[in-house]
C-alpha cells in the first residue's frame, strides 16, 4: 500500500507540474503531500505493529492510517480529473511523464465519448432537465485505474522495497 502511495504520489506531482490552471495544480500538490504524510505514517505503523504482534491498538491504528489513504487517492483522482479538464501542457520527453499523460488523454477521451452518445441519446424531461433514471454514470479516473486494476494481481505481495516502480506500472 505505501509503494501505491507513492506511485499516486509521483501521478499528481507529474500532473501538478503540467496543469495549466494554477489552483488546480495546487489542490494536486496539496493531495500529493498528504499521500506522502499518510504513507510515511502507515510505513511507521506497520513496522511497529511487525515488531509487537497481535495489538489491537495497532491493527485499528493501521485500518485507519489505510483507510486514510485510500481517501486521501480518490482526493488526489477528483483533482486530476479536474486538472485534465482545464487543460495541461505538454510533457517533456521524460517517459514517466508521457505515460502519464497518455493515461489522462485516455481517460479524457473516455469523457468526450460518453458525453458525445449523452447528447446525442438525450433523455430530457419537459422541462429540458436530463433524467436521471437509467443514465450512465461518466467515466471517471477512479473507473480508469479499477479497470486496469487485473493487470497487477501478478505482482507480488510483498515487492522489494528499492525496486523503482514506474508511475503507471501498479495501480490500486
Same mark, same amino acid.
Given at each position: 500500500? +505505501?509503494?501505491?502511495?507513492?506511485? +499516486?504520489?509521483?501521478?499528481?506531482?507529474?500532473?501538478?507540474? =503540467?496543469?495549466?490552471?494554477?489552483?488546480?495544480?495546487?489542490?494536486?500538490?496539496?493531495?500529493?503531500?498528504?499521500?506522502?504524510?499518510?504513507?510515511?505514517?502507515?510505513?511507521?505503523?506497520?513496522?511497529?505493529?511487525?515488531?509487537?504482534?497481535?495489538?489491537?491498538?495497532?491493527?485499528?491504528?493501521?485500518?485507519?492510517?489505510?483507510?486514510?489513504?485510500?481517501?486521501? +487517492?480518490? =482526493?488526489?483522482?477528483?483533482?486530476?480529473?479536474?486538472?485534465?479538464?482545464?487543460?495541461?501542457?505538454?510533457?517533456?520527453?521524460?517517459?514517466?511523464?508521457?505515460?502519464?499523460?497518455?493515461?489522462?488523454?485516455?481517460?479524457?477521451?473516455?469523457?468526450?465519448?460518453?458525453?458525445?452518445?449523452?447528447?446525442?441519446?438525450?433523455?430530457?424531461?419537459?422541462?429540458?432537465?436530463?433524467?436521471?433514471?437509467?443514465?450512465?454514470?461518466?467515466?471517471?479516473?477512479?473507473?480508469?485505474?479499477?479497470?486496469?486494476?487485473?493487470?497487477?494481481?501478478?505482482?507480488?505481495?510483498?515487492?522489494?522495497?528499492?525496486?523503482? =516502480?514506474?508511475?503507471?506500472?501498479?495501480?490500486?
Amino acid at each position: 500500500m +505505501v509503494s501505491d502511495g507513492q506511485v +499516486v504520489v509521483k501521478f499528481g506531482n507529474i500532473l501538478a507540474k =503540467h496543469c495549466l490552471d494554477q489552483r488546480c495544480s495546487t489542490d494536486l500538490l496539496r493531495a500529493s503531500e498528504h499521500i506522502q504524510s499518510i504513507s510515511s505514517q502507515l510505513s511507521i505503523v506497520a513496522r511497529v505493529k511487525a515488531v509487537t504482534g497481535e495489538s489491537k491498538a495497532s491493527s485499528e491504528l493501521l485500518l485507519s492510517n489505510v483507510q486514510n489513504l485510500i481517501q486521501a +487517492v480518490q =482526493h488526489v483522482l477528483r483533482a486530476a480529473e479536474a486538472a485534465c479538464v482545464k487543460g495541461l501542457g505538454q510533457p517533456s520527453a521524460d517517459p514517466e511523464e508521457e505515460e502519464v499523460a497518455a493515461f489522462c488523454q485516455q481517460w479524457r477521451k473516455n469523457l468526450t465519448q460518453h458525453r458525445a452518445k449523452e447528447a446525442l441519446n438525450s433523455d430530457r424531461d419537459e422541462l429540458g432537465l436530463r433524467k436521471t433514471r437509467g443514465a450512465k454514470a461518466e467515466p471517471t479516473l477512479m473507473s480508469l485505474v479499477q479497470e486496469q486494476t487485473p493487470r497487477s494481481r501478478n505482482i507480488p505481495k510483498h515487492p522489494s522495497p528499492r525496486k523503482e =516502480h514506474r508511475v503507471m506500472d501498479r495501480h490500486l
